[in-house]
């Protein structure tokens, strides 16, 4: 048994959903497949969570329109039935028709997760169209998980027994990325980008052969093409290297992806739904490490230095209440660095958290930033790649470690 992955760009229009359908014919044949929503429709979803959380029932309507627009255009280019489709229609507006009774989060969760339902839909649909039989799997009934919405972990026992009860015969199964259930029924997501996760958690509990991730990359390339020109084409990497760079903010794989294959050692590959039979990536056991520097650029970087106003150390009390302080304001981390009297730390500029937790700060230490800036780490650096990355950057912060330097840096245009 494989383990196929198609994320919402791969399945955006009818011509992607038949080049997928393609790809699972021809090289899926004994393999669960799991697809996330089609196109932006997660954040056309969330567009509608939020107006109608809010009550604004107009603009929810307008929502739900081009969201129904869009899938039934699918359908109808496809020449595929809508009766599954129509019936996840139902079951929104009906929900919709009641005012929210729920938290944000759990709201949340109820009406993003059908992206997923609504993807999952239309391909079976299709599949049937063309003859082919696939066994569509409801994912809210296999992967349990606790009630922490929209970012809802996974209990794996409860799920690897009901993925085994799921999955007795070969054949092509269908199923969706990123969304699972609470055992009181309550349908949960595991955060954005999650269909990778899904992905390796159907892996780990089947104990499959592999993963494969098809992506309109070639595979995983040592710098974003956004970025660099003259990217390469990273044939093998150890899951150490794969978490790392995911890590430090390689978008390629979902970070919470690698390391349920790590501990099967399934091996994961990442391919190109483009270009169907290269080989691209296989991120697995392999012996020694990658030899060629990769790169990861994260712009929009504040540096944000604090020093205690009482003139004490950086020490384990002054630390505990910083760390504290951003948990509390969910920001994350991006690189810190400490001398005897101050302490800095790099975070993304985000505008709705980043002001607030500014103001908590300065309750307990005078607060200076620099923002505007971009944070680029290398693995496996050496001094010519490190030059090579600071031309016209002033460099504010540095950080190595062996295999690893992070450098803070403003651009000087
Ligand atoms: N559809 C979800 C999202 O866009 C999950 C995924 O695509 O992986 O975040
Ligand atoms: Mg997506």
Not at 52 to 57: A, D, I, P, R, V
Not at 80 to 94: C, G, R
């Amino acid at each position: 048994m494989k383990v196929f992955k198609f994320g919402g760009a791969s399945v955006k229009d009818a011509a992607g959903v038949r080049n997928v359908t393609e790809i699972i014919r021809t090289q899926g044949q004994n393999a669960v497949v799991v697809i996330s929503a089609m196109g932006k429709t997660t954040n056309a979803l969330e567009d509608l969570v939020r107006t109608y959380f809010h009550q604004q029932y107009s603009n929810t309507q307008v929502h739900l329109e081009v969201i129904r627009a869009y899938h039934y255009g699918i359908l109808s280019e496809l020449g595929a039935s809508f009766n599954a489709v129509h019936q996840t229609f139902i079951q929104l507006e009906t929900y919709l028709t009641q005012s929210p009774k729920a938290s944000y989060d759990d709201t949340y969760d109820q009406i993003v997760s059908l992206g997923e339902v609504l993807s999952t839909q239309i391909i079976a649909a299709y599949f049937a169209e063309i003859g082919f039989s696939v066994e569509w799997l409801d994912a809210r009934q296999l992967i349990r998980t606790d009630s922490n919405f929209r970012e809802a972990r996974v209990d794996w026992h409860e799920t690897k027994q009901r993925i085994n009860r799921a999955v007795t015969s070969n054949g092509i199964k269908i199923t969706q990325g990123f969304i699972g259930q609470t055992s009181d029924g309550r349908t949960t997501t595991l955060g954005r980008d999650g269909s990778d996760y899904t992905a390796a958690i159907f892996a780990y509990c089947l104990n499959a052969e592999s993963v494969t991730i098809w992506k309109d990359v070639p595979g995983v390339l040592n710098a974003d093409p956004k970025w660099f020109d003259d990217t390469v084409l990273l044939n093998k990497l150890t899951y150490q290297d794969a978490i790392e760079l995911a890590y430090y903010g390689a978008t390629v794989i979902h970070p919470k992806t690698i390391k349920p294959l790590q501990n099967n050692g399934i091996p994961l590959h990442v391919r190109s739904f483009l270009k169907p039979d290269a080989p691209g990536t296989v991120i697995g056991n392999s012996e020694g490490h990658l030899l060629t520097p990769s790169f990861i650029f994260k712009i929009n970087q504040v540096l944000i230095s604090l020093h205690p106003n009482d003139f004490s150390f950086i020490a384990e009390d002054n630390l505990s209440r910083i760390f504290g302080r951003f948990a509390q304001a969910g920001v994350k981390i991006n690189l810190m660095q400490n001398t005897a009297i101050s302490f800095s730390v790099v975070v993304d500029n985000n505008p709705d958290r980043v002001p607030a937790l500014l103001t908590q700060l300065r309750q307990d230490f005078r607060v200076s930033y620099n923002d505007g800036l971009e944070l680029i780490t290398i693995r496996y650096y050496d001094q010519g790649t490190i030059d090579r990355v600071l031309m016209n950057k002033k460099l504010l912060l540095e950080q190595k470690s062996r295999y690893t330097v992070q450098l803070v840096v403003k651009d000087q245009g």
